[in-house]
């Protein structure tokens, strides 16, 4: 596959404080590149740097093989950012904000108008197109941001925390449109704090916590490799855990405690319940391994402000 987008030891400083630091990665042609991490990771400021509006601090990155600067307008054509927040004009219509974006890539009225229709049925926004944004919900808001990242018809589709505070419905239905366009060709770059959202979109991840890359890999290897097929989990009292760990931890392939949880990680738990069932430990839960599980393993379990 065709590399489209290259960092070198990238570094982004606001002041005395290290946002990106020394981070190295490669983005392939048509692919779903995920950064995950919590608040203050990093993820925003890496996308910033991508799409050519914020400035490096140091290191290299170049986009389809350009260097990435803030007056780089060759990158900035060939790029769609979905933004994490709501940045839609009240005052104008759902067809009007459309418009007004044609009218930054210089888009031809007559092609706008055909390119604008096509994406308000892409979303299903059709029928809400004379609408003024305060008429929508939220869910509605996040589609119109879709169709109007896609009017310059981008090669790289930049989607930072595209479903924040959407409901299941409408966060699944901006799963299948981001899904169709990665099917049509398109490179997806994606930032979320949702687990879920990484496993049903992205083809590689990064995990990063505060500036750095932690792991980098498929979802599904990162399990199979940093926890395994399945987690037990035992709420019971810390001064409980050198009996369970003695009991458990040689059926498990690692433990950790967080909270009131013990938490076992194995391949196949079935060794391990047998013995919990023997121990009569009612407060368990046993269920298959996923990214969350790595992500807090990688991350801590701790808030982090």
Partial sequence: MKTIISARSLCKKYGAFVAVDGISFDIEEGECFGFLGPNGAGKTSTVRMIHCVSPLTSGTLTVQ?????????????????????????????????LQVHA??????????????????????????????????STGM??????????????????????????????????????????DQGATLILTTQYMEEAQQLCDRIVIMHQGRILKEGAPA??????????????????????TLIAEL????????????????????????????????????????????????KLTGRSLVE
């Fill in 249 to 296: 931890g040689p059926l498990a392939r690692g433990h950790e405690r967080a909270g009131d949880t013990l938490y076992f990680y194995c391949d196949d738990g079935r060794p391990l319940m047998k013995k919990v069932l023997e121990l009569d430990l009612p407060a368990t839960v046993h269920r298959p391994a996923s990214l969350e599980d790595v992500f807090l």
């Fill in 141 to 182: 808001k996040r589609r119109l941001l879709i169709a109007r990242a896609l009017l310059n018809q981008p090669r790289i589709l930049i989607a930072d925390e595209p479903t924040t505070g959407l409901d299941p419905q409408a966060r699944h239905m901006i799963w299948q449109r981001l899904r169709q366009l990665k």
């Fill in 221 to 242: 290897r990162l399990i199979a490799a940093e926890i395994g097929r399945e987690v037990t989990e035992i709420r019971a009292a810390a001064d409980q855990d050198e």
């Fill in 103 to 136: 009218h930054f890539f210089a888009i031809p009225r007559r092609e706008a108008r055909r390119r604008i229709d096509g994406l308000l049925q892409f979303v299903e926004l059709e029928k809400r197109r004379d609408s003024k944004i305060d008429q929508l």
């Fill in 65 to 97: 093989g350009l260097a990435a600067h803030v007056d780089n307008r060759a990158v900035k054509q060939q790029t769609g950012v979905i933004p994490q927040e709501i940045t839609l004009d009240n005052d104008l219509t759902v067809r009007e904000n």
